[in-house]
């Protein structure tokens, strides 16, 4: 499934852990961009699904894209927020409207390469190290249960940290 939520738990930690060096909304808006082409190949019905932006090229590429477009696309929806005077969960988040350049780099490219990363676990058809290589040495690694649950688990500490921190 495109956009699984699964990875946004592992960016949610990083986010209790690095509050001030890593932007969530960054690592999310890299998630998205890189299942736009997942996304596209399953509309159309063509196999394999993950292919160029799921190797570590690709998320190379797609990071450093991120940070020109996404970092200001970003901004502004952390502005939108912050304004939106009854938005959900707003008390229970504190907000920060700027994303350093340093910090956008760090969150685009921590957010892309750890999604090739959960991808080539969790997927037959990523070659994370392509064009270099063909092989997939992290499949199925660990299965799918104790992946996810993993995701959940960081997902529940980040977001449990996180919300903690801005309340004081």
């Given at each position: 499934m495109p956009v699984t939520p699964y990875h946004f738990g592992p960016g949610a930690a990083?986010?209790?852990?690095?509050?001030?060096?890593?932007?969530?909304?960054?690592?999310?808006?890299?998630q998205i961009v890189t299942d736009c082409e997942t996304a596209y190949y399953l509309l159309r019905g063509e196999y394999p699904l993950h292919r160029g932006l799921h190797t570590y090229l690709g998320a190379t590429i797609v990071a450093v894209s991120c940070v020109l477009i996404g970092r200001p696309v970003c901004q502004a929806a952390?502005?939108?927020?912050?304004r939106w005077q009854h938005?959900?969960?707003?008390?229970?988040?504190?907000?920060t409207e700027k994303i350093s350049v340093t910090t956008a780099v760090i969150s685009a490219f921590i957010g892309t390469y750890s999604h090739v990363f959960l991808d080539s676990v969790m997927h037959a058809d990523v070659e994370p190290?392509?064009?270099?290589?063909?092989?997939n040495p992290l499949y199925r690694v660990v299965?799918?249960?104790?992946?996810?649950?993993?995701?959940?688990?960081?997902?529940?500490?980040?977001?449990?940290?996180?919300?903690?921190?801005?309340?004081?």
């Amino acid at each position: 499934m495109p956009v699984t939520p699964y990875h946004f738990g592992p960016g949610a930690a990083l986010k209790a852990v690095m509050p001030r060096h890593f932007s969530f909304t960054m690592f999310c808006f890299t998630q998205i961009v890189t299942d736009c082409e997942t996304a596209y190949y399953l509309l159309r019905g063509e196999y394999p699904l993950h292919r160029g932006l799921h190797t570590y090229l690709g998320a190379t590429i797609v990071a450093v894209s991120c940070v020109l477009i996404g970092r200001p696309v970003c901004q502004a929806a952390l502005r939108a927020w912050s304004r939106w005077q009854h938005a959900p969960f707003k008390r229970h988040f504190s907000i920060t409207e700027k994303i350093s350049v340093t910090t956008a780099v760090i969150s685009a490219f921590i957010g892309t390469y750890s999604h090739v990363f959960l991808d080539s676990v969790m997927h037959a058809d990523v070659e994370p190290f392509s064009p270099f290589s063909s092989q997939n040495p992290l499949y199925r690694v660990v299965s799918l249960f104790t992946l996810h649950g993993a995701c959940i688990v960081l997902g529940v500490f980040g977001t449990w940290s996180v919300a903690t921190r801005s309340r004081k």
